[in-house]
């Protein structure tokens, strides 16, 4: 490794990590006093708050990693710029390429680096601390879920029901309607309660009403089980919103997959949140290539003006990043082009840029 390369990374990685140890501590300690109150109305212990705010921290640095990263590169490369030490470097024979190809490199790393970091630490630390904070504060999960109906047009059967009960893994009035091959009712099953256990949804005391030919058939049982329900888990009635950012990726893929078969309009929002879980350590590298894009030849406040430059940029593409996720939330685009396309632009930027200025000639 080079003089230069040595300099160059050495200068980075100080300034990233004085920022994002900065920026994670300002993160724990939003997010202390957030919870200070429930801390103190459930006189939760001292050691038990130092331990929940402690296992925040891998999240806190997956999140500030991009913003930190543009914040770094844009400082670094203006002080090149604000000490003349790019004309020292310019008269060597380096070129801008050969001084950015090494910052661009070592973020292309840091993304992988993230991935796995969020993927084997974050997460799993995070839902460790998402169950201790539903045992101190109550009954209540985040994965409780209301108002919800499952369909499955191959399998022939609807079921929808009042809410869903993390904790005991239950459902609370509870219609599961059987449908026959000309799509109509065929059988309905009302129940107050349905129990999941050991891979067995249980409809207790059901009232189950059975069409034959133009008469209804009513019998009330002590329990009902039905096969169609043997691939349906708790997970499909869940409330995903934050969970399927926490799930483990086989466990998430699997899900994702049963939920496109069931409700196509939750698909299109989990699978939206997933594909942005995946995508969302290469943030850190499009970071990078925005601060590389920025112009540093501003004689006075070359700082202010390049950090300005970066943000305005940044804020497009996390605005545009944004819009499309809506979009596909609304089923209105495909997941994975809501997610893929503002890297895409973002990475062709500087080719549109150039192409657009040779028009303009």
Aim: net charge neutral.
């Amino acid at each position: 490794m080079k003089i230069l390369d040595k300099f160059t990374l050495f200068s980075v990685i100080k300034i990233l990590f004085f920022t994002v140890l900065l920026c994670t501590l300002m993160l724990l300690s939003v997010d202390l006093f957030s919870k200070f109150d429930s801390y103190a109305q459930h006189s939760t212990p001292f050691a038990v708050i130092v331990k929940n705010t402690i296992l925040y921290g891998p999240s806190a640095i997956v999140l500030i990693l991009p913003p930190a990263t543009l914040f770094t590169l844009t400082f670094f490369l203006s002080q090149l710029y604000a000490n003349n030490e790019i004309i020292a470097l310019m008269s060597s024979g380096f070129s801008m390429k050969r001084i950015l190809t090494p910052l661009l490199l070592f973020t292309l790393l840091l993304s992988c680096g993230a991935f796995f970091f969020n993927e084997d630490i974050a997460i799993p630390m995070e839902n460790v601390r998402q169950t201790q904070l539903d045992d101190l504060f109550g009954d209540y999960s985040k994965n409780d879920n209301a108002n919800i109906t499952l369909f499955d047009n191959e399998q022939g059967y609807i079921i929808n029901a009042n809410r869903y009960i993390e904790k005991s893994k239950t459902l609370t009035y509870v219609t599961f309607i059987i449908l026959d091959k000309e799509g109509r009712v065929q059988t309905k099953v009302s129940s107050d309660k349905a129990s999941y256990n050991q891979g067995v949804w249980h409809f207790n005391n059901p009232l189950i009403t059975t069409r034959d030919t133009n008469t209804l058939l009513r019998t009330a049982v002590p329990d009902y089980t039905s096969e169609l329900l043997a691939n349906v888990t708790p997970k499909e009635f869940r409330n995903n919103s934050n969970d399927i950012d926490t799930m483990e990726l086989t466990s998430a893929l699997s899900h994702l997959h049963n939920v496109h078969t069931l409700d196509r309009a939750t698909w299109y929002v989990e699978a939206t949140e997933f594909y942005d879980r995946l995508f969302m350590p290469l943030t850190i590298f499009v970071m990078a290539w925005i601060a590389c894009l920025t112009d540093y030849r501003n004689k006075r406040n070359v700082f202010l003006f390049s950090i300005f430059n970066s943000i305005v940029i940044a804020l497009v593409y996390y605005v545009g990043k944004m819009l499309l996720q809506i979009m596909s939330r609304q089923m209105a685009v495909e997941p994975i082009v809501a997610i893929i396309v503002p890297y895409i632009v973002i990475f062709f930027l500087p080719y549109l840029t150039r192409l657009i200025g040779l028009k303009n000639e």
